[in-house]
T-cell receptor
Framework: AQTVTQSQPEMSVQEAETVTLSCTYD???????LFWYKQPPSRQMILVIR??????QNATENRFSVNFQKAAKSFSLKISDSQLGDTAMYFC??????????????FGTGTLLAVQP | NAGVMQNPRHLVRRRGQEARLRCSPM?????VYWYRQLPEEGLKFMVY????????ESGMPKERFSAEFPKEGPSILRIQQVVRGDSAAYFC?????????????FGEGSRLTVL
């Protein structure tokens, strides 16, 4: 069974600085997807970034980038130029593509990020 | 475009009562997923439905929980004879096509409190 581990329950960063959130996972699969979702105080889950395991290039979305280390089963999220609006719970998630197309995401327990002014 | 709509946002029930949570997917989406978030935990998959069909219910408790997505109207997650352990946030998500990209669009969740 796949598992996702986020070892940092809480983190804090000053506005405009850079912060890295850690995520490790365990799987015997070779092809899969990894995601970072953001859950702000409104509680709505928002997709931040996605990585396909067969792609060696790290995904980037504006200020958000990942460091995907497939051999180490590590998938960290870097937020550059942190903004107050980045304050949220961040969840790492894993998905194995099925032939039946079930988008069964497996989530970590989350990291609560607080951006300080 | 309206996003995924869930209601009620907050629901309080006493032990033994029934809870019904509704989810209207985004326009054009015909696939609905229900996830449960217990306090201090991540979201856990419960069930995946298409119109009039349950595709995967491997995350649903065997008793008291049921889900449907009728041809017309919202998807319903029904919890009978609620217990305190059912207190959680229940999230609905939708996707437009049967694709394995993991890009789900989530609602704001329904928070169930069982007294």
């Amino acid at each position: 069974a796949q598992t996702v581990t986020q070892s940092q329950p809480e983190m804090s960063v000053q506005e405009a600085e850079t912060v890295t959130l850690s995520c490790t996972y365990d799987t015997s699969e070779n092809n899969y997807y990894l995601f970072w979702y953001k859950q702000p105080p409104s509680r709505q889950m928002i997709l931040v970034i996605r990585q396909e395991a067969y792609k060696q290039q790290n995904a980037t979305e504006n200020r958000f980038s990942v460091n995907f280390q497939k051999a180490a089963k590590s998938f960290s999220l870097k937020i550059s130029d942190s903004q107050l609006g980045d304050t949220a719970m961040y969840f790492c998630a894993f998905m194995k593509p099925y032939g039946g197309a079930t988008n069964k995401l497996i989530f970590g327990t989350g990291t609560l990020l607080a951006v300080q002014p | 475009n309206a996003g995924v709509m869930q209601n009620p946002r907050h629901l309080v029930r006493r032990r033994g009562q029934e809870a019904r949570l509704r989810c209207s997917p985004m326009k054009g989406h015909s696939h609905v997923y229900w996830y449960r978030q217990l306090p201090e935990e991540g979201l856990k998959f419960m069930v995946y439905l298409q119109k009039e069909n349950i595709i995967d219910e491997s995350g649903m408790p065997k008793e008291r929980f049921s889900a449907e997505f009728p041809k017309e109207g919202p998807s319903i997650l029904r919890i009978q004879q609620v217990v305190r352990g059912d207190s959680a946030a229940y999230f609905c998500a939708s996707s437009p096509v049967r694709e394995n990209t993991g890009e789900l669009f989530f609602g704001e969740g329904s928070r169930l409190t069982v007294l």
